[in-house]
């Protein structure tokens, strides 16, 4: 792959190794070096890349050589003195310079190209960033399967606890065979559900693999032991974000080069209308045939001007459709000004809504932990029973669970608020892994 235009070349190289576990930022890096969709838009932009210079070529001088020979067979009744053997050839070589002087249509088509090369670099750019949010997205879906498994995990272990419990009641006339049932029944369910989260961690994994192009076997988890201070966005206004996607966002900036495409494109149509010049020049040696071979050289400058006449009404019709194309241009970049616009105020909402999101969990965590206490103790003296702490068990084992998946979104949606305004870069990935291992605070 090409220089990455962007920043998002990592400084050095980070080798795999599938027995450590890698964090945010070495999984980035080899998504920076195998990402398949990363390529495929880099490829785009070297090709669309050619459009200015080939355009730039209709418009320099061409120039161009020429030598052809003729054999010649003569008669009998031509002097031998005059044909060797005979026959003789004639020659002629020459040298053509063309240069165009006035086409409009070579104008058109190199603004044309100017906004074709500027919409493939910010269709990169935003390939880009995308690739920055994917990378994310699936790390922190792999650690949210990891918290899925250790949840039902812990409720295997606790129904496996319940159903050891109530064999021995019922060994001892306590209770009855169907509570035993019963008891088997959630097990078993808590089983199933524990193998069907493993074969979604093994899934989530082979998801990041198809970014990555390696097998990744473990990645660095983001305990909620840590802590992680929430930051509202800065600056913690709106309208100043949609502001500033309205500049910046990739996909804004790819539609208005397009926009601006289809608009050149009408200048060249319209050319159509309009004579153009052309200045040759030409020098030509002629070597004639016996007896005289004499080098004849020829020098020629020509002014060719070709003035269109009728064309049958295609110039019309191609500027019309041209000018449809423009409108249709137009309209694409209204819709993606308006998709950019409630992307980026779903985005600010979502940071704003992660951070009451991970307070209200962060206290269910609390609230949960507290009442399993006094429930173990309600079940000591006998006032509860070994289900009910079954349940505050599980109570909190899935409040631990969605509060980790809420700091997870967090993070997330900061890095796609940013991806909205348009002003994501890879510094950010390389913060939010610095957060996971608690160096720097969170901040959009």
Same mark, same amino acid.
């Given at each position: ?49 050619? #459009? ?112 050891? #419990? ?35 961690? $093994? ?10 192009? #390696? ?162 103790? $309600? ?66």
């Amino acid at each position: 792959m090409g220089p990455f235009r962007f920043g998002l070349f990592l400084t050095g190289v980070i080798w795999f190794n599938a027995l450590q576990a890698e964090n945010l930022t070495q999984v980035y890096t080899l998504a920076v070096q195998n990402d398949p969709t990363l390529q495929q838009a880099y490829a785009v932009l070297q090709a669309n890349r050619q #459009q200015l210079p080939l355009a730039i070529a209709q418009m320099v001088p061409n120039l161009s050589a020429n030598y052809s020979t003729t054999a010649n067979r003569t008669s009998q009744d031509v002097p031998s003195i005059l044909v060797a053997n005979g026959g003789y050839n004639t020659q002629n070589y020459g040298i053509t310079l063309n240069q165009p002087i006035y086409h409009p249509e070579h104008w058109a088509q190199l603004e044309q190209s100017r906004h074709v090369v500027k919409a493939a670099e910010a269709s990169y750019l935003s390939a880009a960033q995308n690739l920055i949010v994917r990378v994310t997205d699936q790390y922190f879906k792999i650690l949210g399967s990891i918290d899925d498994l250790d949840f039902a995990r812990g409720q295997t272990k606790a129904f496996s606890r319940e159903y050891e #419990q109530a064999k021995q009641r019922f060994d001892v006339g306590l209770i009855a065979i169907t509570d035993v049932e019963s008891a088997k029944a959630q097990f078993d369910n808590a089983r199933a559900t524990e193998i069907s989260a493993e074969n979604t961690v $093994a899934d989530q994994y082979e998801e990041l693999r198809k970014i990555v192009g #390696q097998p990744i076997k473990q990645i660095e988890l983001f305990p909620v032991s840590k802590p992680l201070e929430l930051l509202p966005p800065s600056p913690n206004q709106q309208e100043v974000w949609v502001d500033t996607a309205h500049q910046y966002n990739l996909d804004v900036i790819t539609a208005k080069e397009n926009a601006g495409q289809f608009k050149a494109a009408i200048g060249t149509q319209v050319s159509g209308h309009f004579p153009k010049f052309d200045l040759q020049a030409n020098v030509q040696r002629v070597k004639s045939a016996p007896p005289f071979e004499d080098l004849v050289l020829n020098r020629s400058v020509t002014l060719n001007v070709t003035v269109p006449l009728f064309a049958g009404g295609s110039t019309i019709f191609s500027t019309r459709q041209a000018s449809a194309r423009y409108d249709e241009a137009m309209e694409k970049l209204e819709a993606q000004q308006r998709l950019t616009d409630a992307n980026t105020r779903e985005s600010f909402r979502g940071v704003l809504t992660a951070i009451s999101r991970v307070d209200a969990l962060a206290q269910a965590v609390i609230s949960n932990e507290s009442s399993l206490k006094s429930t173990k103790a $309600a079940y000591e003296v006998g006032t509860r029973t070994i289900v009910d702490v079954l349940n505050s068990e599980s109570s909190l084992l899935g409040a631990k669970r969605d509060h980790a998946k809420s700091r997870y979104d967090y993070l997330l949606q900061g890095l796609k608020l940013k991806q909205a305004a348009g002003t994501l870069a890879s510094e950010d990935l390389y913060c939010v892994t610095d957060i996971m291992a608690g160096k720097v605070k969170a901040s959009s």
